[in-house]
Structures are given as structure tokens and as C-alpha cells.
């Protein structure tokens, strides 16, 4: 078993920046490719960004692209998510989630262990 804990959401103005950790326990950290989804009221849970195991790939989805960066830390069983210029939009619960699969794969059916979500909140 792998234990997932968010932290770092809250309230930010538009354009402000946020800064998510996912703090991981019980088994070997980087045996697991670690990602951020997200999900909105109303709305589906959705890809956010994705590391591999040794922290060397990463792959974000479009609409984060160049404003989020999804780093790692092996020896402190920690995942990162920075998140620069944030609009409206990007409101939502943010999970942290891992698998022990190599492969990259942006489906949420893909992960084995999930966090309880940490809220990000975008005032306009």
C-alpha cells in the first residue's frame, strides 16, 4: 500500500501562484510514476501532469502547459507541483495519484493509489 497526502491549496488571485506537495509512505517512492489530476464541481476528473520514476520525463497537459511544473524528491518521498499564472479555470480538488507502471498514461484508471485532494481556489 501507498499513502498519498495533498497539501498546499487554498485561495490565490488570478495570475497568482500556488505551490502543491504530495507527501507518499509505505512503500519504495520511486517505484511509482507519480501525477496530479484535477477535478472541478460538475466536471470529470482530469490529467494535470505526470513524472517518471526517476523524475527525468515529465508530460503536462495542454491547457498547463509552460505555467505548472510537476517535479520530485526521492529521498524525501515528495512530489511537487508549481503553479504559476493561475486563472479561473484552473480551480478545483488537485490529486496526487501513483502507479507502479513505467508506462506514461494520462487515465485516471491507470493508478493504483490516490490522495484525498487538496482544494485550489481561483478568485478573478
Known amino acids: 500500500q501507498v499513502q498519498l497526502v495533498e497539501s498546499g491549496g487554498g485561495l490565490v488571485q488570478a495570475g497568482g501562484s500556488l505551490r502543491l506537495s504530495c507527501a507518499a509512505s509505505?512503500?519504495?517512492?520511486?517505484?511509482?510514476?507519480m501525477s496530479w489530476f484535477r477535478q472541478a464541481p460538475g466536471k470529470e476528473r482530469e490529467f494535470v501532469a505526470s513524472?517518471?520514476?526517476?523524475?527525468?520525463?515529465?508530460y503536462y497537459a495542454n491547457s498547463v502547459k509552460g505555467r505548472f511544473t510537476i517535479s520530485r524528491d526521492n529521498a524525501k518521498n515528495t512530489v511537487i507541483l508549481q503553479m504559476n499564472g493561475l486563472k479561473p479555470e484552473d480551480a478545483a480538488v488537485y490529486y496526487c495519484a501513483a502507479t507502479d507502471r513505467t508506462v506514461l498514461s494520462t487515465l485516471d484508471s491507470w493508478y493504483h493509489y490516490w490522495g484525498k485532494g487538496t482544494q485550489v481556489t481561483v478568485s478573478s
Open positions: 509505505g512503500r519504495t517512492f520511486s517505484d511509482y510514476r
Open positions: 513524472i517518471s520514476k526517476g523524475g527525468s520525463g515529465t
